[in-house]
């Protein structure tokens, strides 16, 4: 529409100017020396018009070659910046479907000229990971970095993350611990550090870690419960194992005030305690926990903590075992610390009574084999020591199975060998 505008301007224009120059066409001399030129108006405006039209159309033209190299250069970059975009995309894929020596090829030859040079060397360093390639990956990932000098925290990450992968947990800690000192909040940084802990058995890290991770809400509330719990069930455990009463005091003094209760980190400490010898302090510990609430496992244990008071002990095991008639367990307490007082037929009593529940106990029949030996009662004992033999092989004949079967039990295992029958006085 404009350019017709202008066609129609430039004819009425041509009619004027006709019109004129028929009315009167001009005069127009030009001289220069002895030189000298003369011609219409009309005509000397014509020929400025299409000289000025010439010019204008050569300076054009030299001005477009001159800028002819610097536009090819472009159009150049342009289309190779096409062709990395659409070969990064065939090669995501690639690294997408597993095909890892593609995926790393495509990415890494075409980054240069990509405009996402980072994504595509980030690529090719997780590819050339999956090779088994780990001087490959960091060549990549120094690359990356040199691409996008201030994506250093993204590019320590995927290193960082790639490291603990391949299992270089050393270089996965530096890693990390710098990642650490520049972006403290990070939560992915967080989570990874909480993975390495785990991997190398840092459990007094994890520990430290954990408050962080639960105010970071880098996991879930129980998750975080579960990891503190984890790290200072090993942490006593390690105390425990190392045989210095005093560094298990310490690490039963690190435990979280709420954890101190959990029957897990109570068990954990109360057999460290008894394995260090500590048995009025496991003693209190387990009654204390037991009575303020009831656990099996922590009434078992209590029959393992040799209190110098044992009269004391005994009666506080009756006490509960009132309150729970005919519990397992509580029985076997009861009779393991009455054994240990050498009240023969009280302990005799319990055991029988625990043993009609666990017929196929191996604790339970040597305890009442221990006890018949004591009392001259050979034949019995052997009895009791024989079927706690055939219950317990029984026992390791289940654990292999289930570890055969992936510890999964599909079927019942089968009765191998006949329990062997007791003499009456002691089945009754």
Known sequence: MRRLFYLLAVLIAAVFLALVARQDPGYVLITRGNWSAETTLSLFVIIALISFGLLYTLVRLALRGWALPPQLARWQRRRRAQRARRAASRGLVELAEGHWAAAERILSRNAADSDLALVNYLGAARAAQEQNEPARRDHYLALALRSVPKANLAVELTQAELQLNHGQLEHALATLMHLRSIAPKHTYVLLLLMRLFQKLSS???????????????????????????????????????????????????????????????????????????????????????????????????????????????????????????????????????????????????????CLAHRAADPEVHELLAELLTQLGEHELAAGHYKAGLVAAARDVTAQRLGTALGGHTLFKVPKLHRRPALPRSAAS
Do not use: C
């Open 203 to 353: 459990w007094g890290d994890l520990a430290a870690l954990v408050p962080e991770l639960r105010k970071r809400h880098v996991v879930s509330k129980d998750e975080a419960d579960q990891l503190e719990l984890t790290a200072h069930r090993h942490l006593l455990e390690i105390a425990g194992n190392s045989g210095n009463a005093e560094r298990l005091e310490e690490a039963w003094g690190r435990v979280p005030k709420e954890l101190k209760q959990h029957p897990d980190l109570v068990s954990a400490y109360a057999v460290r305690l008894i394995m260090l010898e500590q048995h009025e302090r496991a003693e209190q510990l387990l009654r204390e926990a037991v009575s303020r609430d009831w656990n099996e496992r922590l009434a078992y244990l209590y029959g393992f903590a040799n209190s110098r008071d044992a009269e004391q002990q005994l009666r506080i095991a009756e006490a509960w075992l009132r309150a729970r008639e005919q519990n397992a367990t509580l029985l076997l307490t009861v009779g393991r610390i009455s054994l240990r007082q050498r009240l023969w037929g009280k302990a005799r009593a319990y055991l029988e009574a």
